[in-house]
C-alpha cells in the first residue's frame, strides 16, 4: 500500500482486538491486488440505546489505479459481535467489487493484446 492504511473510530474506544482484525482483513486485500494505494477503515457505532444495544457501520474506502471502491455495511442490533460481522460484510463486499474490478482490467488488457495492427498497402 502507498499510504499507510487509516483507521478511524467514532463513537467508540479502539480495540486492539477489532483493530487486529482491520489490518489482517486489509492485508489479504494487498495481497490479492498488489496495487492497492490506500486504504480507510472507519468503524462507527451508530446506536446506543439500550433497549436496541449497539448498533454499528463499517466504511471502506479503497483506491487503486482507475478506481474508488467503496463498502457500507451496518449491523443489526445484538451483542459486542455485531462489529465483527458488520466488518465481515464489508471487507466482503469490497473484496467482490475489487475481484471486479481487476476482472475488467484484466480483460481490457487481454482485449488489446491480442489485436495486431495490419498496415495497408
Do not use: W
Amino acid at each position: 500500500m502507498q499510504v499507510p492504511l487509516q483507521i478511524t473510530f467514532r463513537g467508540l474506544s479502539a480495540s486492539p482486538m477489532l483493530e487486529a482484525r482491520i489490518r489482517a482483513s486489509a492485508e489479504k486485500l494487498e495481497h490479492f491486488y498488489g496495487r492497492v494505494m490506500r486504504c480507510h477503515v472507519s468503524v462507527e457505532a451508530t446506536s446506543r440505546e439500550h433497549h436496541v444495544g449497539h448498533q454499528f457501520q463499517v466504511h471502506i474506502a479503497l483506491t487503486v489505479p482507475g478506481a474508488e471502491i467503496v463498502a457500507i455495511r451496518q449491523s443489526s442490533a445484538g451483542g459486542s459481535e455485531s462489529v465483527f460481522v458488520a466488518l465481515r460484510d464489508a471487507f466482503a463486499a469490497v473484496t467482490r467489487q475489487l475481484e471486479d474490478h481487476v476482472r475488467k482490467v484484466r480483460s481490457r488488457a487481454r482485449g488489446n493484446e491480442g489485436r495486431v495492427q495490419r498496415s495497408r498497402p
